[in-house]
Structures are given as structure tokens and as C-alpha cells.
């Protein structure tokens, strides 16, 4: 997982049982400011330099293997699609930017300019799917990038700044919806089937959800960001 605040990538077992960390507030090879995201592919762990304005790539022990981007790239949520290509949302240009897994640009993906605050993208199946947080929505892409439909608005019964998404065993999308402090669940149509959580402190309560996790076991695992806390729930 990020830590953003502290400049470093922290590796627990799915237990909970810190294994190591790497990292430190810098520029360097290595180094980070204010990371925001982690992916893995191929034993690598990949991860969004929001402040250096780069993607980083290392090994599961943390030795640094390469990087890309600069001052044209402010990369957030990322993850891997099915060909092995890293997808990162860029909020500075609006856009989803496919890589192959050495850093080189394929393409983008854009809805006209649309985009308000692009933060996470994920493929599912043959679809890419975004949360535009700014725009408190959900969109939805085919795999060439072609815009489908989008689903969601800004209110306490819809979004409030929708950020990391993922899939769950049920191959349902899993929502952080930060400022209204639960997960939503959909199917890929937009149709809501459920949500958890509601804002404070106790157990199975959130501040700032901020990203899920599934494991093998298909429990769920979410960051909660405000309440500096990983939950785990079945």
C-alpha cells in the first residue's frame, strides 16, 4: 500500500503482519513524493510518483527497475490490464494514458475533453472503466477507448468523489465513494445492488475510503484514509 504522507510503499500480508517497506521523501531513483498508487504485474510492484510526476517500477523487494513520465505527466490510480499495459489517470491532462510495461505511451483515452478529475481506471472483460471524481461519476469505454455511458451524480444517495475502483468475486464493481464515507456496489450496467459503511471511527466505519482490495479469499480490503487504518471485511 501508499503511504502518501510518509514518502513510502508499505507490503502486509493478508493478515495484516507488516513484511517491509521501502522508500523516502526525495527526487531520486526510488524515491517519492506523495505517492498515490500501486499496482503489481509480473512479481513488479509499479507506483504512482504523483509528486515527481512519474511512474516508478520495482521489484516485489523493493529494488527500484526503471521509471517514466515527467513534468507532462501527474499520475493518481493506476492498474494493469490484461495485456500487461500500465493504465494511469493523469488529472493534469484529463486523460487515461495506456503504457506498456516498459513506460512506453500507447495511447489515451479522453471523452472529448471531458474528463473533470480522472482518478482511477480499470479494464473488466472487454471495457475500461473510470472514476471521474470530479465529475462524481462513473464512465464507462470500450477497449479502444470509444465513450459508452457513464452512470452516477453528485449526492448523498449517488457520489461524492468517487475515487479507486475495483471488482469483487462476484465480478461486481466495487466503489469508493469517499466523501459520502461507504463502498458502493454495482454491476457494470450502472445498476446499484449494495453499499457498506457510513462515516466514523468504529469498526466497519469509514473516513475518506480511499481504495479496495479483493484477495484470494474474496475478502475485501479498504484503505481508510482519515482513520489511517486498513479494514478488512468478508
Known amino acids: 500500500m501508499t503511504e502518501h504522507k510518509n514518502h513510502k510503499i508499505q507490503l ?17 531513483q526510488g524515491e517519492f513524493y506523495f505517492p498515490t498508487g500501486t499496482a503489481f504485474h509480473n512479481d513488479n510492484i509499479i507506483v504512482a510518483d504523483w509528486g515527481n510526476n512519474r511512474v516508478q517500477i520495482f521489484s516485489d523487494q523493493g529494488k527500484y527497475l526503471g521509471q517514466f513520465g515527467g513534468h507532462q505527466l501527474v499520475p493518481l490510480g493506476l492498474s494493469i490490464d490484461r495485456d500487461g499495459n500500465i493504465i494511469v489517470a ?23 475533453g471531458s474528463f473533470t478529475f480522472p482518478f482511477h481506471c480499470i479494464q473488466h472483460d472487454n471495457y475500461l472503466v473510470v472514476s471521474d471524481s470530479g465529475d462524481h461519476c462513473v464512465k464507462v469505454f470500450d477497449r479502444e477507448g470509444k465513450f459508452l455511458y457513464k452512470f452516477g451524480r453528485k ?58 482490495a479483493v484477495l484470494n479469499d474474496g475478502r475485501i480490503v479498504v484503505s481508510d484514509l482519515s482513520n489511517r487504518r486498513i479494514q478488512i471485511f468478508e
Request: with cysteine; net charge positive; glycine share 12%.
Open 155 to 212: 449526492g448523498d444517495g449517488e457520489f461524492n468523489e468517487p475515487r479507486c475502483l475495483s471488482m469483487n468475486k462476484a465480478r461486481q464493481l466495487m466503489v469508493c465513494d469517499k466523501m459520502n464515507h461507504r463502498i458502493q456496489v454495482f454491476e457494470l450496467s450502472g445498476k446499484f445492488i449494495a453499499k457498506f459503511g457510513t462515516k466514523g471511527s468504529n469498526v466497519g466505519q469509514f473516513n475518506e475510503p480511499l481504495s479496495t
Open 12 to 28: 502486509l500480508s493478508s493478515d495484516g503482519t507488516h513484511v517491509r517497506f521501502f522508500g523516502r521523501k526525495g527526487n531520486y
Open 90 to 112: 493523469d488529472c493534469k491532462a484529463k486523460l487515461i494514458k495506456i503504457f506498456s510495461e516498459t513506460g512506453q505511451f500507447l495511447r489515451k483515452i479522453s471523452t472529448g
